[in-house]
């Protein structure tokens, strides 16, 4: 999806884990994606680089689905639609 189609997702639940360190962005994620309902998407704000990576692994790992990420001044939001 291209940055603008993302930016006009509407998430479910958004995680804002600014200020976190590997693997707080992962683990709040996880966490707060039981409370998205099957197919809703979740947004995970970040202003940790790793969770760029961490999060696109995790979500195909357990059967999510990765969407893109936006790149913001200092952070980064990543969208993820729950897969079951």
């Not at 997702?9 to 360190?21: C, F, Q, S």
Request: proline share 6%; hydrophobic share 35%; charged share 30%.
């Amino acid at each position: 999806m291209s940055p603008e189609e993302l930016t006009a997702l509407k998430a479910e639940k958004t995680v804002d884990a600014r200020g976190t360190a590997c693997p707080g962005p992962l683990l709040e994620a996880k966490r707060a994606l039981t409370q998205v309902p099957k197919g809703g998407i979740m947004e995970v704000i970040s202003s940790d680089a790793s969770t760029n990576r961490d999060i696109p692994v995790w979500a195909k790992k357990v059967g999510h689905e990765y969407l893109g990420t936006v790149e913001e001044a200092g952070y980064w939001r990543l969208f993820v639609r729950r897969g079951k």
